[in-house]
């Protein structure tokens, strides 16, 4: 009794960092240059206006600003076409999306927090390759909305968490005692009972959806991924969204490139590109999840996500 989009039979589950890094492998392999540890703390654009690079930021600067022995001046690199993928909330993909009046229409973005944690647990209450999804309790019980997960991965991990929309009114709440509090759910304690928390962490999430999608490309450049907003929240899944989203950036530069385009130019066709894709469709089908739960509240909403997703398809 659940909408179909949550279902998850034949899916992959996967440690995303070791995914993460097994592509930047790929890509050295094929002589792509990847520059960890040295964000981008500037757009750089050129006469016209259009987006031509980016720059790092300076490296061994002190707190209070002044240079260290280690300092390091930030790098200017240039392209003909930058793509900014930094994730939520990212600082450079914000400019663009004010500078461009990208989200010009568009319902408000909103956001949410996630908090994971990484458990060890007994053989015997292992069950790879499950996965338990939730709602309600406990944010229910703050009059709060958002949902919950637990992956069975290989050797006896499991991956759990919480995400919390932002939009709670109990000032006092705690996402983070949320967390614990549903822990101790039967269903949850019951796999963590005997276990070890290896690891935890806590990350933003852009979940408006389809309806806060904004344009995603300017001059010279292009905004996609959770810098966008691509993420489907009615799956709680947007690495897939994301990855999509940056090949399809990608087939479209190639393109103008091997046509010999000289950078510089807004190619609003990647918009139609996505539009024509699996992508559009998935957002599309999924954009009334999550105003629903957020305007009727987590059972009402879920009933209405139910019809709507099972029986009217979005």
């Known amino acids: 009794m659940i909408p179909k989009t949550m279902h998850n039979e034949g899916n992959y589950i996967v440690s995303l960092g070791k995914v993460a890094r097994w592509l930047g492998e790929q890509a050295e392999s094929l002589g792509v240059e990847i520059f960890p540890g040295f964000p981008a703390s500037e757009i750089l654009f050129n006469e016209l206006g259009a987006v ?3 720059a790092t930021g300076e490296m061994g600067v002190s707190a209070s600003g002044e240079r260290k022995g280690t ?3 930030g790098m200017e690199l240039h392209a003909k076409y930058t793509v900014f993928a930094e994730g939520c909330r990212g600082h450079l993909g914000k400019q663009l999306i004010e500078q461009y009046a990208l989200d010009h229409q568009k319902s408000p973005q909103h956001y949410g927090i996630g908090l994971k944690e990484l458990w060890k647990i007994e053989p015997a209450r292992h069950e790879r390759g499950l996965v338990v999804h939730g709602a309600g309790w406990p944010l229910s019980e703050n009059s709060a909305t958002g949902g919950s997960f637990l992956y069975h991965l290989e050797d006896n991990y499991v991956s759990l968490g919480l995400i919390v929309d932002l939009n709670y009114e109990q000032p006092f709440l705690s996402p983070y005692e ?11 304690r019951h796999y963590l009972e005997g276990g070890k928390r290896i690891s935890y962490g806590a990350r933003a999430i852009t979940k408006g959806g389809f309806n806060s999608l904004p344009k995603m490309s300017v001059p010279g450049g292009f905004v996609i991924g959770c ?3 691509t993420l489907n929240f009615s799956k709680i899944k947007g690495t897939h969204t994301a990855m ?12 103008v490139l091997t046509d010999g385009d000289p950078g510089g130019k807004d190619h609003t066709h990647y918009q139609s590109n996505v539009d024509i894709s699996w992508l559009y469709t998935e957002l599309k089908s999924s954009r009334n999840f999550g105003p629903a739960l957020h305007k009727f509240g987590t059972y009402a909403g879920g009933a209405f996500n139910y019809l709507d997703q099972n029986w009217f398809r979005g």
């Open 52 to 54: 031509k690079g980016v």
């Open 71 to 73: 300092y390091e001046p």
């Open 178 to 188: 949320e967390l614990q509090r549903y822990k101790t759910h039967p269903r949850i």
């Open 227 to 229: 810098n966008a907003g």
């Open 244 to 255: 999509k989203s940056g090949m399809i950036a990608a087939e479209t530069i190639f393109g």
